[in-house]
């Protein structure tokens, strides 16, 4: 699954932040080692919030890119139109 196209979104439980991010399987396999579990049980341990530093990370799965191109493309045109 590590070398799929799989996306793997962290979201981040704590009701005040909710901050979510798509995380780099490459840079979890690099920092974990080739052998390392991409499950979610594996690795939700090993995580935490980029924002809020909270430990209630939750994972989910995404088979490709369309939801993050979407996702890019409404900050992309927010960030044009809100000039
Ligand atoms: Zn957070």
Same mark, same amino acid.
């Given at each position: 699954?590590?070398?799929?196209?799989?996306?793997?979104?962290?979201?981040?439980?704590?009701?005040?932040?909710?901050?979510?991010?798509?995380?780099?399987?490459?840079?979890?396999?690099?920092?974990?080692? %080739? $052998?390392?579990?991409? =499950?979610?049980?594996?690795?939700?341990?090993?995580?935490?919030? +980029? #924002?809020? /530093?909270?430990?209630?990370?939750?994972?989910?799965?995404? %088979? $490709?890119?369309?939801? =993050?191109?979407?996702?890019?493309?409404?900050?992309?045109?927010? +960030? #044009?139109? /809100?000039?």
């Amino acid at each position: 699954m590590i070398d799929g196209k799989m996306r793997l979104i962290a979201f981040c439980h704590n009701p005040k932040c909710h901050h979510n991010q798509a995380l780099d399987l490459e840079a979890i396999k690099a920092k974990l080692g %080739p $052998d390392a579990p991409a =499950m979610s049980d594996d690795l939700i341990p090993k995580l935490k919030c +980029a #924002r809020c /530093g909270g430990k209630q990370v939750g994972l989910t799965y995404t %088979p $490709d890119y369309d939801e =993050m191109k979407r996702v890019d493309v409404n900050a992309y045109r927010k +960030a #044009r139109e /809100g000039r």
